[in-house]
């Protein structure tokens, strides 16, 4: 079973690995698969789950609802977000006009088969519509009752600090950031992660394992197992910035520290995110129950100083931060 964090400064709960649903439901795997691997996640004790209107145009959405009916409401976080255009793309289909976030809301909870969702995301920071139109449309979600809490994800710390205090006037609080996250990438550590703690928001974070880099399954200089991501039509362009030989070298000595935890290597990469306080839960994917299984007993691991030291050394330069 997981650890339980807070979510920000808020008395809301959530497990630390949570389960997302980005490039597999609706695209890369079947349905049934899907289905699989959301009830992996139930079994393994994961109540938390993270999606968005834009996944597969909005079919990981209504298979994420499929795969959670019959489950108890109360029991579950349901999360997801707006901004990018879903369906055929008029004139107001994108961005965070309150046009655009209004009508997604009630588009998701259709698709989600829910009345509300715990937490709400702006996908991206809309540089064209003026941030109070987005936060008064936000407010008057919590305030319908539509959204219990609201996050953002991959705002710049300005933003995040911009977007908080209209929230505060406005009479609710952003909670949470959802930027990319891992040993591979660290942009968020020098001004995301202390902006957000002073604030009062913890991040949710995406691609702990780097897409499956960190599984250690991509091995330099030889093809890419067969049904993975790197071989996947549509998901494949998105592994690319890790496929180089230099990191996929590297990755491979970080064995050696994940055989001295008892860990396998994605176990590693997942419980390395969650050395980091204010990050409130790893945000994995997963294309086979199996995956989900594995990845979650990464939550409580402590990780010696030593070993991210000797983790710092061996990645070096190949760090994005
Ligand atoms: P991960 O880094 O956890 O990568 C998941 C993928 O890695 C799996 O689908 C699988 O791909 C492979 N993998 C995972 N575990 C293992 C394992 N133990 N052994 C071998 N391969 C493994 O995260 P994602 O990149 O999938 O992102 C997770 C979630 O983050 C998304 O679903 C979404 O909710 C969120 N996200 C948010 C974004 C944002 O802009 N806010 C952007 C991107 C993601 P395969 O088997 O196909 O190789």
Known sequence: MPNYRFLGNSGLKISEITYGNWLTHGSQVENDVATQCVH??????????????????TKAEQVLGDALKGQRRESLEIFTKVYWPTGPGGANDSGLSRKHVMESIDGSLKRLGTDYVDLYQAHRFDQSTPLEETMQAFADIVRQGKALYIGVSEWTADQIR??????????????????????????????????????????????????????????PGQP???????????????????????????????????????????????????????????????SRPEQVAENVKASGVVIPAELLAKIDEILGDVVER
């Open 224 to 286: 890419a197992p067969a049904g993975s991501r790197a071989t996947d039509a549509n998901g494949s362009r998105f592994i690319q910035q890790f496929m180089t030989e230099d990191v996929l070298t590297r990755v491979q000595q970080l064995k050696a520290v994940a055989d001295e935890l008892g860990l396998t290597q994605a176990q590693l990469a997942v419980a390395w995110v969650l050395q980091n306080d204010n990050v409130a839960a790893a945000l994995i994917g997963a």
């Open 40 to 57: 992996a996640a139930l079994d393994a004790g994961i109540t938390t789950f993270d999606t968005a209107d834009v996944y597969a145009n």
């Open 162 to 219: 911009a977007g908080h205090a209209l929230s505060k006037e406005l009479g609710f609080q952003l909670i949470s950031s959802q930027p990319q996250y891992s040993m591979l990438w660290r942009v968020i550590e020098d001004e995301v992660v202390p902006t957000s703690r002073e604030l009062g928001l913890s991040q949710i974070v995406w691609s702990p394992v780097a897409q499956g880099v960190l599984s250690g399954k991509y091995l």
